[in-house]
């Protein structure tokens, strides 16, 4: 009876302690994920690069990096013209932000620094997963930017240019809004609770429920 009692507060004392570590961990990871965009955005320029290449090489040159900022080389030739271009063909380059994609990154790492329990080994494992599902998340999310960018702001020529791909305009809009809202914030968390299942059962109770369930119960001679 004594242990049962004692759960309750092991459990608050568990969240309380993952809460607090985990508010003390996320300035700092915050700090080493943007002091390194740069190199960790070097990944995600070489992916989104390939997928242009494969997807539209008529439309897309290359990717170039400035920083944590990638510029996307279109072989979109506009026909307006500007004053000062004289000769010179103008192509269009989109300029997009990894970063706003990535952010959650730090949190993965917050929350996996803040989990108890978990060899410092398995912990960089964890981290190293969670930023190659990261890079994946920003490129996506850079991809579909592009895409808008090109369809609503960058002019008519370039609108029809993806319109030949065969998106639609609201296709486009959909799926930039879900790369943009819900993946880099949901994916990140639902990752961590994945990866640590049974500390996430552990505390919310759900370990010991199940356990209670298969506990083997014992029949009586009555019964027989």
Wanted: proline share 5%; charged share 10%.
């Amino acid at each position: 009876m004594q242990e049962n009692k004692d759960k309750p507060s092991n459990t608050k004392s568990m969240i309380r302690q993952l809460i607090v570590h985990t508010l003390l961990f996320l300035p700092f990871c915050f700090f080493i994920w943007f002091y390194a965009s740069s190199l960790l955005i070097v990944p995600v320029k070489y992916l989104l690069q390939f997928v242009l290449s494969m997807w539209q090489a008529d439309l897309f040159n290359a990717v170039t990096q400035n920083q944590y900022m990638l510029t996307i080389e279109t072989l979109i030739f506009p026909n307006t013209t500007f004053s000062g271009q004289g000769d010179k063909l103008a192509v269009l380059d989109v300029i997009v932000n990894p970063m706003i994609y990535g952010y959650g990154l730090a949190v993965i790492s917050a929350l996996i620094m803040s989990t108890p329990n978990i060899k410092t080994g398995k912990k960089v494992m964890q981290i190293t997963i969670g930023y190659a599902l990261v890079v994946l998340i920003q490129s996506f999310g850079s991809f579909w930017e592009l895409l808008k960018h090109l369809i609503f702001s960058a002019g008519p020529d370039a609108q029809t240019a993806i319109l030949d791909t065969g998106l639609s305009p609201n296709f486009i809009a959909l799926i930039y809004q879900m790369s943009y809202l819900i993946l880099p914030s949901v994916v990140p968390i639902a990752y961590w609770i994945i990866i640590n299942n049974n500390f996430i059962s552990e505390i919310t109770g759900l370990k010991s429920k199940s356990a209670r369930n298969f506990e083997p119960q014992q029949l009586s001679d009555k019964q027989e």
